[in-house]
């Protein structure tokens, strides 16, 4: 990850309540850049919870959903949720996205590069399961591909 611009860490009018300091200082954790770097690298852009458990194994649920709830504390990302009707058993409901404000945020710090993250996501070992999450529509419009 590099270094951010110290100018571009003052909120603009696209940064809808997020605080770019205390954004980036969430991810001098580990595991919370790799659950940011699953969200950029997912190609629908909005992984559920069980595709980053799958993604991010040496990470307990339980700790995963602190991490969740921490991004979410500083506007980083946001859960989506699409109507359960028409799921299948198990299928996932609630899905997680960057906001806007934290892309333009990592945009104007050339940080979490979209496509490079796609590059390394593609190579993943996926299985049935997984393939099957990846697949379900997320609510989002910006996420369908």
């Known amino acids: 990850m590099s270094r951010p611009d110290a100018a571009s860490l ?3 009018e696209n940064t809808a309540g997020l605080n770019p300091i205390a954004a980036l200082s969430v991810l001098d954790d580990t595991t919370r850049t790799n659950i940011i770097g ?3 690298g997912h190609p629908k ?3 559920s ?3 980053l ?3 991010n194994p040496s990470v307990a649920a339980s700790t995963l959903t602190d991490h969740l709830i921490r991004l979410e504390e500083v506007r980083l990302i946001e859960a989506i949720e699409r109507d359960r009707e028409g799921l ?3 299928q ?3 899905f997680f996205q960057l906001t806007d404000a934290a892309r333009e945020l990592f945009d104007r710090n050339n940080l ?3 496509d490079a993250y796609r590059e390394l996501f593609a190579e993943v070992e996926k299985t049935d399961e997984i393939k099957a999450a990846e697949d379900v529509n997320r609510l989002d419009e910006r996420n369908q591909n």
């Open 10 to 12: 003052t909120p603009d």
């Open 38 to 40: 699953t969200i950029v």
């Open 45 to 47: 852009g909005a992984p």
């Open 49 to 51: 919870k069980k595709e």
């Open 112 to 114: 979490f590069e979209p």
């Open 53 to 55: 458990e799958y993604y």
């Open 92 to 94: 996932p409901y609630r």
């Open 88 to 90: 299948e058993r198990g």
